[in-house]
């Protein structure tokens, strides 16, 4: 098991050293690494451990990098045809797109918080777990909560500025409309579970 945890370790040193646009894996390795070592120092099992790391490391990715570059890849492939409306139908439903793959893992991320904060609570009722560790644990979901609410920001400002162009643009476009009503409810979604995650920061105590 040495190996297993050398190799989530390496893999985090390895990822740092490649391209940009590799910045998911990044994020992933990191994750995982760390959230193998974390599992570990509370008391966790090692198959129990490379369980949870593979989650955290997949969920990681997913949530601190997915949506937002996706988002500037949108706004690029519209530049210059953000008067366009085939052009603006078009970004919207891919924005969309984004944000139900966004809804999805941030779930998934909920889920896994959840059962982790639940062996926690259970752990610190049986005085398991040191100062050292609690504080390593809150920062672990301050990180994921702030990288999620990162997304949230973005996917809401998102939302603004098309609501905005269809307030201004001619003629009515009921395709349009369904759409941005469609980004608003996954938004929101969005939102929610992020609240979600934020709530199990507080059980941390």
């Known amino acids: 098991i040495k190996s297993a945890a050398a190799c989530l370790s390496c893999a985090a040193l390895v ?20 959230g193998y070592l974390l599992c ?4 966790g099992s090692d198959s129990n451990c490379l369980k949870t790391a593979t989650v955290v490391g997949v969920g990681g990715a997913a949530v601190c990098y997915s949506y937002s570059n996706n988002l500037e890849r949108r ?3 519209l530049a210059g045809k953000e008067n366009n409306l085939d052009a603006r139908i ?12 966004l809804n ?12 982790r904060t639940d062996e926690l609570v259970a752990q610190i009722g049986q005085r398991r777990v040191n100062n050292e560790q609690l504080a390593k644990e809150r920062q672990t ?11 949230a920001v973005q996917s809401n400002a998102a939302l603004a500025e098309m609501k905005a162009y269809r307030t201004r643009s001619k003629p009515v476009s009921t395709e ?3 759409d941005i009503a469609k980004q ?10 992020v609240s979600q995650m934020a709530a199990q920061k507080t059980r941390v105590v």
């Open 40 to 43: 570990k120092a509370l008391g």
């Open 176 to 178: 349009l409309d369904a």
């Open 75 to 77: 706004r690029k492939e």
């Open 90 to 101: 078009s970004y919207v439903r891919g924005l969309n797109s984004d944000s139900q793959q």
């Open 15 to 34: 990822a740092c050293e490649t391209a940009p646009q590799n910045a998911s894996l990044q994020c992933g390795a990191g994750g995982a690494a760390a």
């Open 141 to 151: 979901r301050d990180d994921e909560i702030k990288a999620a609410n990162a997304q």
């Open 104 to 115: 999805t893992d941030l779930a998934k991320r909920v889920a896994t918080m959840t059962q």
């Open 184 to 193: 608003e409810q996954l938004n929101k979604e969005t939102n929610q579970l």
